[in-house]
């Protein structure tokens, strides 16, 4: 799944390539992805882009006051062309869910790999007419998200860290893979209980958190957009590489796996070389 450092990655993407630009067509190829219905795609053509930003994992696009936001969820993903087919993407009839053409030729698409269609979209006149952005917690890279603040959201919940940092009710941007990171860099386990963290963990994980995500940021920045997903994956330190050696002590990185997901951590990093137990029911360490 996209997240914080990816989403910024394609945004900056999209901010240079759709300046100056209009849209002249919007295409929709699966009745699934359009969350909302007025106004409709139409109202998108002959705006000008007039900005492109990022609220948590959602990218919006600026269309001369109409936005068109999008969510790539866990399968979904934009792919550029300098130079769109002239062929019109028809519902049903293709893997692409959505295409929008800009006016000298160039425009995107967005797909979505799998049978479990959760990618979204949505056309509406304000951002927080988008129920998933009007619900969102801070920005973890936002100047003004201090560790103070951080703090205060962490204080009394009796709620595993891992769950914490990836609710984006809490905290925006930060799904399974930049959690397992944070954690690892901050030396704690994902089934640590938020509210028992004392001052110096609460401190090392927000310091874990700000300079993991921005690294990530920074070594996205830049690329097209088709490069992006393999930049991530470079970057890993433990997420999705169970089996390999921790890049930190050399113990072996383990997994727990759940019914849809898994997560990875080193136990000798993080759990005083305790491994976890690998089903949900466990009784989980501090």
Known sequence: MPELPEVEALVEFLRSRTKDLAVVGVEVGSITVLKTFNPPPEALVGAPVDAVSRFGKFIDMDCGGTHLIFHLARAGWLRWSDALPATV??????????????????????????TKKRLAAYVVGSPEQVPGIASLGPDPLDPGFTEQEFTAIL?????????????????????????????????????????????????????????????????????????????????????????????????????????????QYCATCQTGGKPLADRRTSKFLK
């Open 89 to 114: 993407i028809r519902p049903g009839k293709s893997p692409i869910a959505l295409r929008v053409r800009l006016d000298d030729g160039s425009g995107f698409d967005l797909t979505e790999a799998g």
């Open 155 to 263: 204080h009394g919940r009796r709620a595993q860290i891992k769950g914490v940092l990836r609710d984006q009710g809490i905290i925006a941007g930060i799904g399974n893979a930049y959690s397992d990171e944070i954690l690892h860099v901050a030396k704690m386990s994902p089934f640590a209980i938020a509210g028992s963290l004392d001052a110096d963990a609460v401190a090392r994980l927000y310091e874990a958190m700000r300079e993991t995500l921005a690294a990530a940021v920074s070594a996205a920045s830049g690329k097209p957009a088709a490069e992006v997903k393999d930049a991530k994956r470079a970057g890993m330190r433990v997420h999705g590489r169970t089996g390999e050696v921790c890049p930190e002590c050399g113990d072996v990185v383990r997994e727990v796996s759940f019914a849809d997901s898994s997560l």
